[in-house]
């Protein structure tokens, strides 16, 4: 069975076969301080959703380490590749076969630029990523207002695991997201994003709430936690 275990904020460590990856590995400045770049020894696939430094965290540092590839859109992936990461650019839309399964990069609505030093560098458009592992999909879908796109995941992906932002001012609240799941459709719901700071101090039962009042499974998996799947 593949595993899952969640590392605060939007950060996930996913393993399964063939896989050990980091979705938006964000440890280092990590309020919720769970786990450090330097306890992933042995990892294959970085996924970055975006370009904000609470997604793209520590990426490029344990990729230069590890060998890990980083696997985001292509701007982001390009600004690791300059830093010395290994990278597998892709874009919204796009699909591709690795070892372990297919990816696929979905849209988000949110802003990606980079920050170095004082200045902000493009990073290209966010992004949502569907990780297919031992057969089951895990859709992470970064940071994003709602929108209806995430009908199309509900029709056509058949999504096991959705992994969704519910903090509010810079993503969807646990309403929107709520509205979200019941779009996607997904087997099992998962609240991301919250709590980190106080301006995204909302309550993952709150979502659970309002997203159980529309048919849908909820999960919360509290920080430090995993699941197997």
Same mark, same amino acid.
């Given at each position: 069975m593949a595993k899952l275990k969640y590392l605060g904020h939007a950060t996930f460590y996913l393993e399964g076969e063939e896989i050990k990856a980091i979705i938006d590995p964000f440890l280092s400045q990590n309020p919720w301080n769970i786990a450090k770049p330097e306890d992933f020894t042995d990892l294959n696939y970085i996924f970055v959703t975006h370009g904000h430094g609470d997604h793209l965290g520590d990426a490029v540092e344990i990729a230069k380490r590890t060998g890990a590839t980083i696997v985001s859109i292509f701007e982001v992936a390009n600004y690791c590749n300059k830093?010395?990461?290994?990278? /597998?650019?892709? /874009?919204i839309g796009g699909t591709y076969n690795f070892p372990f399964g297919k990816v696929k990069l979905t849209p988000a609505a949110h802003g990606s630029a980079i920050v170095e030093g004082d200045e902000l560098l493009y990073g290209g458009n966010p992004c949502g990523v569907i990780i297919e592992v031992e057969g089951k999909k895990v859709y992470h879908a970064g940071d994003t207002g709602l929108i209806a796109d995430m009908e199309l995941l509900g029709k056509y992906e058949n999504i096991d695991i959705a992994l969704l932002p519910i903090g509010g001012n810079f993503t969807m609240d646990p309403e929107d997201a709520a509205i979200a799941a019941s779009m996607i459709k997904p087997k099992i719901a998962i609240p991301m994003h919250y709590k980190t700071w106080p301006i995204i101090d909302k309550e993952p039962e709150e979502f659970k709430k309002f997203a159980e009042e529309k048919g849908v499974n909820v999960k919360i998996v509290k920080p430090g936690e995993e699941i197997t799947f």
């Open positions: 830093k010395g990461a290994n990278i /597998h650019p892709m /874009h």
